[in-house]
Every structure is written in C-alpha cells, then in structure tokens.
C-alpha cells in the first residue's frame, strides 16, 4: 500500500513537471501564440504589404522596373518601413500585457527531492499560489485604453512613415529618370556640336571661313563632350541613390522600364483639375486625411487615459488571493493537503506624494500632446498650401519649358542652315546650340517637377496611393513560373528614356560622335 500511494506520489510529481514544463516552453516561443488576438488590431493601412511573395521578391530585380514596381519594392525591402511594422507589432504586444492584468496569476514552486534536516530523508512538495485582482478603481481599464490608443497611434505613424518613404522613392525614381534624360540631350548636343564642327570645317575647305572658326567648334564640342561625361555621372550617382530608397546597396544592377511618351502635354496640364481646386477644401481634406494627424488624436487619447491609471494608484486595490500545497514526508504514508484563500484590499496611506506628482506629470504630457496635435493640424495646412503652389508653379514651367524648347529648335535648325548656306556665322549656331541644350535639359526637368508636384500634393492631402502611379510591370507575371527569364540589358531600350519625342534629333549609329578632320 505504501509502495504504490509512493507510485503514485511519483506520477503525480512527474506529471506536474511535465505540464509546467510545457507550460514554460509554451510562454518562451515568441509569437507564437496570441490568446488576445491583439495581431489583428495591427491594421494595414494605404500602404499595407501584399502577402503575394512575387511583391516583394528580390528577383523583381531583374526585369524593368516600372515606377509601382520601385514603390513596392520600397515599401518592402527599405529599413525604415520594416521599422515601423517591427514598431507597430511591439505595440500591439503592449496590449495584450494590458489585458493580462485581467486575468489570475499561477505561481507553482514544486520541490520533489529535497533533504529533511533531521532525518536526511527525502521530502516531495507542491504548492500552487492564485492571485486575482478584482477592483482597482479603473487602473486595469485605463491601461488597456491607453495601450490600444497607442497601439492606434502606432499604425498612424507607421502609416506616415510609409507615405514619406513612398515620396522618397517617388522622387529618387524621377531624379534617375530625369539623370538619364539629361544625359541623352548631352549627346545629342554633341552630336550636333559635332556637326557644327563639321560645317566649319566644309567652309574653312571652301575658303569661306577661316581656321578660327574652326576653332571655336572645336572648343564647343570639347564643352559638349565635358557635359555629356559629367551627366553620365550624374546619373549613376541618381541610379544609387534610387537603389538605397529600395533598401538595395548603391552597385545594385537594375533597369527602368521607358515611360509612356507625353503626346498631349497641353491637355495633360488641362486635364489636372486638382490644381483649380479651392486650397481650403484641400486643406480639409487633408485633415481628415493625414496620419500623422491621426496619430496626434490617439495619442491624445493615450495621455488621458495615462492620467487615469495614474488617479486609480491613489486608490485602494481588491484581491483575491488563494494557495493549495501538498506535502509529504518520508515517515509518513499519507501527504497532507493544505488550502487557503483571502481577500486583500490595499490601501495606499501613503506614498511620499508620489501620486500626486504622477498625476500632475500626466496632465502636463496631455497638454504637451494637445500642443503638437494644434502644430500638427497646423504644419498640414502650411504643407498642402506649398505643395498647391509648387503645383501651379511647376504646371506654368512646364508650358514656358516646352515653348522654350520648340522655339530653341527651330533657331537652331535655321542658324545652322544659314551657316551652312554662307550667311551666317559659327558663333549664331554656337549660341543657338548652347541655348537648345539647356532648354532640351529645362523640359525635361520641368516635366518631371511637374509630375512629383502632382504627387506631392496628393502626399500632403493623405491621399497617396499604389493607384495613383503607373500600372503595373506587366513581366512582373514571369516571377510565378517555375524559370526566372531574366531579360538581358540588350533588351532594355535606353533611347528616348524620358518619354519625350525629339524630332529630327537621333544620335547616329556610332556611341561616341567623332570629331571631323579639318
């Protein structure tokens, strides 16, 4: 009888062990329970991620990249948005140690194997301690709020961050786009300071000109040719910078996709009614619509609820507290078993006025949250009233540029025909040409602030989306085949890489213009 309740004993022990070690390892895999299920109060948001594995794919890398696909690969692979995912996830955890407070502790010291001091036997011991708080004058609820308001907090500002690296990508992608735009007119410009040179040469042969002339082609096509080779520069250092925004190292290889050529660019402007828009409508608008607003308002709410477990800490606490143990000792068949329980209440006499303090601590961090949401409120009307300007500056520009541009054109297909016809002279088609270069470089820029300030205006209203860039890459599709294609650079179109048509200016077949023998 002995041996088997000692059996038995020795079961129990066991089991005991067994669960509380379960229990343990259970309490230690991080993530991977959430009995709150305070993951789904981490909300996607604009910009939330795509659980499609080909979005964020790294292969994606390989084709030509269109503008949505730079953004999403932003949004995916930049430190900074997985920062914020990490930061809202932290919160969120916050919460459900707030709710924890809801429920009873266990504590269960187990002892099977220690020694009795007289006896030098072995003695076997189980105790199990509940502790549940029952009252506490609104602290435990408090403290949820508070937690959920900066868990909602948390989301907004991940939200905002999302939106500003969004930008920032928007802007890297046009800065490269605009690099390479820039280096393509250089070319042209010394392919035609090239021809320039060979118009005098044919003149100087022709005795129709002197060696001078000569000259000073020769001196504008060095300049051409400097040009050309610091924007080839450019846009490399343009191509790294747009590789980190995608959270890629600067050497990261990858190609553009040509955008769509702009045929209609009077009727894009016209087409832009956003521009004509009442600014306080937009302003509004963007108050309902701006995150970082969002945030300012829930951690408003946060601080007043952090004041309210600061006021319940004066107040007394209601507990429930029981115990259950089991012990046996070695010279005797049966163990004992022992209860208790109680009700505590604890009541803070006095605390050094600690709590008084705390609570004065918590309205001073209310009013300073009030105090930013106001400068928040007031940064957004101050960011869309710029942002609608720069608009209406850039949509002027870009029409000045263009007429620029056709005007700098036709002076300069005129000056060098009159050249060639013997009356002109080479510093009429030296000047025309310089002029045509940089109003060619001047469209180009302006189109492309143009299309950022468009897309800035709809950042500072909220309002920025996946669907207001581009379509997607349709080769996007070939990730989801069992073999990658990758597309060689041969067949990436470097041509006409601005979308812009340049009329009865191509370069020639040979990549480097060669200068004419006199």
């Known amino acids: 009888m002995q041996r088997h309740q000692a059996g038995s004993f020795t079961l129990y022990i066991k089991g005991a062990i067994l669960f509380w070690s379960i ?11 959430d009995p709150f299920l305070t993951k789904r109060d981490i909300s996607d948001g604009r910009f939330g991620i795509s659980d499609q594995a080909e979005i964020c794919s790294r292969e994606r890398m390989h084709l030509p990249l269109t503008l949505s ?16 995912w990490a930061s809202a996830r932290q919160q969120a955890a916050q919460v459900g140690i707030s709710r924890s407070a809801y429920l009873p502790t266990l504590i269960g010291p187990i002892a099977a194997g220690g ?3 007289s006896t030098r036997a072995s003695q076997q011991r189980i105790t199990v301690s509940v502790n549940f708080l ?3 004058f609104g602290g435990r609820a408090a403290t949820v709020e508070a937690a959920q308001h900066q868990l909602v907090a948390a989301n907004a500002i991940r939200d905002d961050v999302l939106r500003s690296t969004f930008l920032t990508a928007i802007r890297a992608y046009y800065a490269y786009m605009a690099a390479l735009a820039s280096m393509q007119a250089f070319k042209v410009a010394e392919v035609t300071a090239n021809t320039g040179l060979a118009a005098a040469t044919a003149r100087v042969q022709a005795g129709a000109a002197t060696q001078f002339e000569i000259l000073q082609a020769k001196t504008a096509l060095s300049q051409a040719r400097l040009n050309r080779i610091r924007a080839e520069g450019d846009a490399t250092s343009a191509k790294g910078d747009l590789a980190n925004a995608m959270g890629f190292y600067a050497s990261q290889s990858f190609e553009l996709a040509p955008l769509k050529p702009e045929t209609n660019l009077d009727g894009t402007l016209e087409h832009d009614a956003k521009i004509e828009e009442n600014i306080g409508k937009l302003i509004e608008e963007a108050r309902k619509n701006r995150p970082d607003l969002f945030a300012a308002e829930a951690q408003i709410k946060a601080a007043e609820a952090q004041v309210e477990v600061a006021r319940a800490a004066s107040k007394p606490t209601f507990t429930l507290n029981g115990g259950v143990s089991y012990s046996r000792d070695p010279d005797v068949v049966d163990g004992s078993f022992k209860q208790s329980i109680r009700l505590s209440i604890s009541v803070p006499w006095f605390s050094g006025f600690r709590d008084i303090y705390r609570i004065s601590a918590g309205q001073a961090v209310l009013e300073g949250k009030i105090a930013e949401r106001d400068q928040v409120s007031n940064q957004i009307a101050l960011d869309v009233w ?4 720069l608009l209406l500056i850039n949509s002027q520009a870009l029409r000045a540029a263009s007429d620029l ?11 060098l025909g009159r050249y060639k016809s013997g009356l002109g002279s080479i510093l ?16 180009v820029g302006a189109l492309y602030d143009f299309k950022v300030s468009k897309l800035l205006l709809a950042q500072t209203m909220g309002v920025l989306d996946l669907t207001m860039v581009e379509e997607k890459n349709p080769a996007t599709k070939l990730l989801t085949e069992p073999v990658l294609r990758t597309i060689p650079r041969s067949e990436v179109s470097d041509t006409d890489i601005s979308g ?11 990549k480097t213009p060669r200068e004419a023998e006199p």
């Open 69 to 84: 696909d730079v953004v999403e690969l932003t949004l995916c692979n930049n430190p900074k948005t997985r920062l914020q």
């Open 405 to 415: 541009y056709n005007s700098a054109q036709l002076s300069e297909k005129l000056a």
């Open 500 to 510: 812009e048509k340049m009329p009865g200016r191509k370069l020639p077949d040979s």
């Open 386 to 389: 710029k942002a609608y300007q």
């Open 23 to 33: 229990l343990l390892w259970s309490h230690s895999a991080a993530g991977a329970i």
């Open 115 to 117: 020694l009795d001091s």
């Open 134 to 136: 029952l009252y506490d």
């Open 428 to 443: 009429d088609v030296l000047t025309v040409q310089g002029v045509l270069a940089t109003a060619e470089q001047q469209k």
